[in-house]
């Protein structure tokens, strides 16, 4: 275990309480499992003006509209003994909660936000010290993982800690929780790398948002150089996002009309642009459109449309309820000529009858059929049962909205919206405009929105474009990492290799089954090289920093740049 006091530097003492305040500074994983506790919200604010929200769900920054966006602490935050922290030396005071009001909370009363008020920091530290106290007996990796766990809502507190009490001699936590199926391996690691998606604890209104995301390379190095808040990256990457979705999208998010609006609009786009608002089946088509019919019912309703406006001979041969011999014999027998318009129903009908050739069901049938000649196709589908009538009703607006747009050339949905009164043409311009910012590049609304230079931009580009080149020669993938540091014997990358070839699952998770690494040495190795990697990012950034003499316009040195770059820490 030599390598793990390696790692896991500073871990010297017991409890658990004793290792989250060195230097003053604050475990986030330890604060969010406290706002679960307490079903709580908790903010402070950083040196660098940037507003940072907690609660169960996870971790929030203000943004400059006051809207907020999710962030990873693992990317945002400095990394103290692999815990993603704060120091107190870099929050401000929150005015108006008192003097010493570095972090404030806010209870959730009936699904609601109640008042926020201060915390004192004395207070605090003493409700941490009590979130997992049964921590203090397990090794530090071990530590790592049931807080992570435990912050997420994974596992509940009692349950973490009756484990740890009854855990068996040579095994691990992690162990306990994979074999005893409490924690799948993908959940663990997701869970203490930041890398999770939605579970079954999240909020209706994150479950369909994957909190698996790539940090921005470039927009990390721009705070490096402190260029850039972390609050103006969110923002401008939302901005980025907004311009990656459609205008209904947009739409819809910013409130200006509803989903169900979107989706008719976009009914009548697709038929005016395909059929000029001119075909003839073009209330079928919509109705098809809608899922009102299937396209086979109605291919069945336009052929009883067309048997329906033919003439009675005619709808019996088609019914094949008789043969065109039969027809022909009738003529004869009754002296139609050419000249005469169509035959007379009443006398054929009798003429069929008398002589077998129909029956009266096969008579009463096509009468029928040929009585709804005068019936549009609406009211047939309606007579076959397919729909009712708020469905044609509707259908029919479509349809006549369809017509008047085709004739004015308007097939835009922004247009469409604005004809049926949807929308109003503010909204519409503020959609657009939103979507034309996003489509720039991340680097121009970032000198929009942050106020940074186009050459500061450009220079986070380059060091990104040159990081990048150098990851590619890196040689730290995890079983190599692994066997390195002596976890796995070059036999057993081997084989380990060969069965993920074979059965495509994560090596990570086949090391873990197969018992050949307990999950602490997987998420330890992952960690370390994760810091490693930042490490080696900011000392990169420094001395390409330092290779510009001249920054930018704005009179900034690279002494002062080199200066901001966490010195003694690790921005993860």
């Known amino acids: 275990m030599a390598y793990f006091a390696t790692l896991w530097v500073n871990y010297t003492h017991q409890r658990l309480a004793e290792l989250v305040w060195m230097a003053e500074s604050f475990n986030l994983p330890l604060l969010r ?3 679960r506790k307490n079903d709580a919200w908790l903010s402070f604010r950083t040196r660098r003006q940037d507003r940072y929200f907690i609660n169960p769900y996870g971790y929030f920054v203000e943004l400059p509209d006051e809207q907020l966006a999710q962030v990873t602490v693992r990317v945002a935050f400095p990394l103290v003994n692999c815990y993603p922290s704060i120091d107190l030396s870099d929050l401000e005071v929150q005015s108006g909660f008192g003097s010493a009001s570095y972090f404030v909370y806010a209870l959730r009363q009936d699904d609601m ?7 004192k920091l004395s207070q605090l530290r003493a409700e941490l010290e009590e979130i997992l106290p049964a921590a203090a007996s397990v090794s530090p990796p071990e530590r790592y993982l049931a807080l992570r766990i435990l912050e997420t809502g994974l596992l509940s507190k009692d349950i973490l800690e009756s484990i740890i009490r009854r855990l068996p001699s040579g095994r691990t936590l992690g162990q306990e929780l994979v074999t005893g199926g409490l924690c799948s391996w993908e959940v ?9 998606t939605p579970a079954r604890f999240d909020p209706p209104g994150l479950q369909k948002k994957s909190f698996l995301r790539e940090w921005e390379l470039a927009g990390e190095i721009l705070i490096a150089m402190n260029k850039i808040s972390r609050s103006k990256l969110e923002y401008a990457l939302r901005v980025k996002r907004e311009g990656q979705r459609t205008i209904g999208e947009i739409l819809t998010a910013i409130g200006a009309c509803s989903q169900d609006d979107i989706e008719k609009c976009l009914i009548i786009q697709n038929a005016v642009r395909e059929s000029a608002g001119a075909g003839v089946g073009l209330i079928g088509d919509l109705l098809v459109r809608r899922g009102v019919l299937t396209q086979e019912q109605l291919q069945e309703a336009l052929h009883r449309q067309r048997i329906s406006s033919q003439p009675l001979s005619e709808v019996l041969l088609t019914l094949g309820y008789c043969l065109p011999e039969d027809i022909q014999q009738y003529k004869s027998e009754n002296g139609w000529h050419a000249f005469q318009d169509e035959l007379e129903d009443n006398n054929l009908s009798s003429w069929l009858l008398t002589r077998g050739k129909i029956t009266e069901e096969h008579l009463q049938h096509a009468v029928s059929v040929k009585g709804q000649g005068r019936q549009v196709l609406g009211e047939i589908v309606m007579a076959m049962g397919l729909c009712g009538n708020r469905e044609i009703e509707e259908t029919l607006r479509m349809q006549q909205d369809t017509r008047m747009l085709s004739r004015s050339g308007i097939e835009k949905l922004g247009s469409i919206l604005m004809a049926k009164g949807k929308i109003d043409a503010r909204q519409l311009e503020h959609a657009i405009l939103m979507q034309s910012d996003g489509r720039r590049a991340l680097g121009e609304i970032l000198m929009v929105i942050g106020g940074c230079s186009e050459k500061s931009v450009k220079l986070a580009v380059e060091i990104q474009h040159k990081w990048r080149e150098r990851m590619e020669k890196e040689d730290d993938r995890l079983g190599e990492v692994l066997e390195r540091r002596g976890f796995i014997s070059p036999e057993v990358l081997n084989q380990a290799m060969y069965v993920q070839a074979e059965v495509n699952k994560p090596l990570g998770r086949i090391l873990v089954e197969r018992g050949w690494c307990t999950p602490e040495e997987i998420v330890a190795t992952l960690l370390m090289r994760d810091y490693k990697r930042q490490c080696d990012l900011h000392s990169f950034i420094k001395l390409q920093i330092a290779q510009t003499p001249s920054l930018d316009d704005d009179g900034e040195n690279t002494e002062r ?10 921005n993860a």
Do not use: H, N, Y
């Open 33 to 35: 499992a406290w706002c």
């Open 113 to 119: 936000i109640g008042q926020p008020v201060e915390i």
């Open 188 to 196: 663990m690691v997701g869970a203490c790398l930041d890398t999770r």
């Open 561 to 570: 740049f080199s200066a901001s770059l966490f010195e003694g820490k690790t």
